[in-house]
């Protein structure tokens, strides 16, 4: 069997369907991750946006010009944050029904970490983007 990992909006909505393991799972602490979600940080699962089947009506908007971030039109629970000419986007673990399925391997842009917040899980911290 495929290991698949399910969730969707507040308001059910949206749903989707990830196939497979995730590609990476960070948490972004950047300010434009933490202005789209409303949250002090962001926590993300990477898929291929292939391996993803998302129904119900997604609306979009983007956050720099090469990410764009899908939210329900109805509740507003941000789905994704999507980079399209690279083919991948990340599943908000807030939107995933079973988040405790992945676990993040690194902490990004902590640099623009908010202040209150003390890391002290022994993950990897970049300051900016993830090491290529
Ligand atoms: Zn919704
Ligand atoms: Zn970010």
Not at 26 to 36: G, P
Not at 42 to 53: D, G, I, P, S
Not at 97 to 115: E, Y
């Amino acid at each position: 069997m495929i290991e698949t990992h399910s969730g969707g909006c507040l308001c059910g909505a949206v749903r989707y369907v990830a196939q497979g393991p995730a590609i990476n799972v960070r948490v972004c602490h950047c300010r434009l991750c933490q202005r789209a979600i409303g949250a002090a940080f962001n926590v993300r699962a990477l898929y291929a946006v292939a391996k993803v089947a998302i129904e119900g009506e997604v609306a979009s908007a983007h956050s720099s010009e090469g990410l764009k971030r899908g939210f329900c039109p109805r509740c507003g629970t941000t789905i994704f944050s999507m980079r399209e000419k690279l083919g991948i986007m990340g599943l908000t673990f807030g939107s995933l029904d079973q988040p405790d399925d992945f676990a993040p391997t690194d902490h990004i842009w902590v640099s623009s970490k908010q202040a209150w917040l003390k890391l002290d899980d022994g993950l990897p911290q970049y300051q900016e983007g993830p090491p290529t």
